[in-house]
């Protein structure tokens, strides 16, 4: 599947604003979220429907919604849960999981240390989320332990990803759609996508 790029000029100025060195804690981590809700309403777009009959204040009626309870939104432990904001705005009653991973410094490749999901979350559909697609380690290493639990339908949403992160996703988990906001022009030799915004983790919780 083709990575979706999401192009919106509404996206692209919050994305100038996201990225500047000289935005702040506060005003980043709200960017984040709003930034998250427009991932999430493309990554929705394909949602089953079902019939409800409520009433409005004038009559009657027959509407569609969806079900609240078929999905589990994954954010990958740290940068991921500064997300979830985004997404309980858009689903309230969805499901939360965890994945907690880290990049070895010297190996560049993830390490996992806590993994909890929802009950029956082999019959929901999974939407992992992260700010930063870089090498892609952590994203496949997320889907693999989905998959062995027996989860049939993945996505991936993304601020910010990296060409390179993109591919390698794409070769080893072709069934999985990513979405993100832009892709950036690669990855530098620390593995921080160029241009970027630096690490995304400590700047949603101020710890750099």
């Known amino acids: 599947m083709k990575p979706i790029e999401l192009k919106h000029p509404l996206l692209e100025h919050k994305l100038a604003i996201l990225r500047n060195k000289k935005t702040g804690t506060k005003e980043f981590r709200e960017l984040i979220s709003e930034i998250t809700v427009f991932l999430c309403y493309e990554a929705m777009k394909d949602a089953k429907l079902h ?3 409520i009433e409005t204040p004038i009559k009657k009626m027959t509407a569609q919604m969806i079900d609240e309870n078929n999905y589990v939104f994954v ?3 740290r940068a991921g849960t500064g997300m979830i904001d985004g997404i309980v ?3 309230p009653n969805a ?3 965890h994945i907690g991973l880290y990049r070895d410094e010297k190996t560049i490749k993830p390490v996992r240390y806590y993994y909890k999901m929802p009950e029956g979350i082999e019959n929901k559909e999974v939407i992992i989320i992260d700010p930063m697609l ?3 380690g952590s994203g496949i290493d997320a889907i693999t332990l989905l ?12 601020i910010i990803a990296a060409p390179e992160g993109l591919a390698k ?5 072709p069934d999985v759609q990513i979405y993100c906001g832009a892709i950036d022009e690669g990855l530098n030799e620390a593995s921080y996508i160029v241009p970027g915004l630096g690490d995304a983790g400590d700047r949603i919780f101020g710890t750099k």
């Open 75 to 77: 954010p990958i432990i």
């Open 147 to 158: 998959k062995e639990d027996g989860v049939k339908k993945i996505k991936f949403l993304s």
């Open 169 to 173: 996703m794409q070769e080893v988990h």
């Open 134 to 136: 870089a090498t892609g």
């Open 89 to 91: 705005k858009m689903i």
């Open 95 to 97: 499901k939360i999981g």
């Open 51 to 53: 019939e409800v009959e």
